[in-house]
């Protein structure tokens, strides 16, 4: 099983990271205010316009560390990762499922029923443990209605009509989405989803862990040869990682929506954490990234137990361990793939 490392965060805008032997050197004004050892790092995520220099983008390409550089605004800008050794004849196999409506399919009423019953789990567990602070009526219609949309899902026929069931059970989870927020109601109220720009504090945090959950999925596809690009559910199109936003689904409202939740309903992030631009964008402030950064690496490193393998893992482990299950099915060592359906 492949090893859970740390993500360095660089959230300072005006640091610069170098090479200096096999560490990350990271300089403010030219002068060295820290260094951190290249073997402890999986990856590195900064968000800036200072960057890194060109021999340590180099020096992670080889060693296999990505470096993602995301906008002072937390939006995704590129992503420098070296040279891809998958296997060729897996990948040759998941484009040609890619081309295969039926198959395709099959795969896309994984992703999408694992996210109904998750976001159908997180209603419910709202209701089990507080539900004399919610609106249990509401929260109980809402999964009623996910509970059918799970039918539905697995009883459809075409591509066009599960977008049509995803996207109708989204808008009615995120519809009692409100309710879920039992502290700061007033500095974190949230009325719909909004993504380019998001409009209010909830959904620039969301927008921001989705952001980094994307990422995860990312970097493991990669990891076990799977082309991130080319996806079952999602179009494909240029520069859209379309087989990791296909994985994001199954691991969103029980990874990136309970993290955020977490973070309002415990205080950790608070209203001053954010600014508000000119164009209405609602978005963190570098304090605020840094808060959303340490929190976010702690919930990596929660254990937890795999409800297919029953085995222990890191949740930051869990988008590789689906990719893993995800490249067994397509070589034939599975007859379906077992989606993350959390208990």
């Given at each position: 099983m492949?090893?859970?490392?740390?993500t360095?965060?660089?959230?300072?805008?005006?640091?610069?990271?170098?090479?200096?032997g096999e560490?990350?050197?990271?300089?403010?004004?030219?002068?060295?205010?820290?260094?951190?050892?290249?073997?402890?790092?999986?990856?590195?995520?900064?968000?800036?316009?200072m960057?890194?220099?060109?021999?340590?983008?180099g020096?992670?390409?080889?060693?296999?560390?990505?470096?993602?550089?995301?906008?002072?605004n937390?939006k995704?800008?590129?992503?420098?990762?070296?040279?891809?050794?998958?296997n060729?004849?897996?990948?040759?196999?998941?484009?040609?499922?890619?081309?295969?409506?039926?198959?395709?399919?099959?795969?896309?009423?994984?992703?999408?029923?694992?996210?109904?019953?998750?976001?159908?789990?997180?209603?419910?567990?709202?209701?089990?443990?507080?539900?004399?602070?919610?609106?249990?009526?509401?929260?109980?219609?809402?999964?009623?209605?996910?509970k059918?949309?799970?039918?539905?899902?697995?009883?459809?026929?075409?591509?066009?009509?599960?977008?049509?069931i995803?996207g109708?059970?989204?808008?009615?989870y995120?519809?009692?989405?409100?309710?879920?927020?039992?502290?700061?109601?007033?500095?974190?109220?949230?009325?719909f989803?909004?993504?380019?720009?998001?409009l209010?504090?909830?959904?620039?945090?969301?927008?921001?862990?989705?952001?980094?959950?994307?990422?995860?999925?990312?970097?493991?596809l990669?990891?076990?040869?799977?082309?991130?690009?080319?996806?079952?559910?999602?179009?494909?199109?240029?520069?859209?990682?379309?087989?990791?936003?296909?994985?994001?689904?199954?691991?969103?409202?029980?990874?990136?929506?309970?993290?955020?939740?977490?973070?309002?309903?415990?205080?950790?992030?608070?209203?001053?954490?954010f600014?508000?631009?000119?164009?209405?964008?609602?978005?963190?402030?570098?304090?605020?990234?840094?808060?959303?950064?340490?929190y976010?690496?702690?919930k990596?490193l929660?254990?937890?137990?795999?409800?297919?393998?029953?085995?222990?893992?890191?949740?930051?482990m869990?988008?590789?361990?689906?990719?893993?299950?995800?490249?067994?099915?397509l070589?034939?060592?599975?007859?379906?793939?077992?989606?993350?359906?959390w208990?």
């Open positions: 492949k090893k859970l490392l740390n360095l965060y660089i959230t300072n805008p005006d640091y610069y990271l170098s090479l200096e560490t990350v050197t990271v300089l403010s004004d030219k002068k060295k205010i820290g260094k951190i050892p290249l073997h402890n790092l999986e990856s590195i995520i900064t968000c800036g316009y960057g890194a220099s060109p021999a340590l983008m020096k992670c390409a080889q060693e296999g560390i990505s470096i993602i550089f995301l906008s002072r937390g995704f800008l590129a992503r420098i990762v070296g040279e891809q050794y998958g060729v004849i897996l990948r040759k196999t998941q484009y040609r499922v890619s081309e295969c409506e039926e198959e395709s399919l099959k795969l896309a009423k994984c992703f999408i029923m694992s996210k109904l019953y998750n976001s159908r789990w997180i209603l419910e567990r709202a209701i089990r443990d507080h539900k004399l602070r919610v609106d249990t009526e509401a929260l109980k219609s809402a999964s009623l209605t996910l059918n949309s799970l039918n539905s899902a697995y009883e459809c026929k075409s591509m066009d009509s599960l977008r049509g995803e109708e059970a989204a808008s009615i995120f519809g009692v989405f409100n309710e879920l927020i039992l502290q700061q109601e007033e500095d974190f109220s949230f009325e989803r909004s993504r380019r720009p998001p209010d504090k909830v959904n620039a945090l969301l927008s921001f862990a989705y952001v980094l959950l994307t990422s995860m999925c990312t970097s493991a990669e990891s076990v040869g799977l082309d991130p690009y080319v996806g079952f559910m999602h179009t494909i199109r240029p520069g859209r990682k379309s087989l990791a936003l296909d994985l994001v689904e199954e691991l969103r409202s029980v990874f990136a929506d309970r993290f955020v939740i977490t973070l309002i309903n415990k205080k950790l992030i608070l209203s001053k954490h600014i508000e631009q000119e164009d209405g964008a609602v978005l963190l402030n570098d304090e605020g990234k840094k808060i959303f950064f340490k976010w690496q702690q990596k929660e254990v937890i137990e795999h409800p297919y393998l029953k085995e222990k893992v890191e949740w930051g869990v988008p590789y361990v689906q990719a893993l299950l995800l490249s067994r099915y070589r034939g060592d599975l007859d379906s793939y077992p989606a993350f359906f208990k």
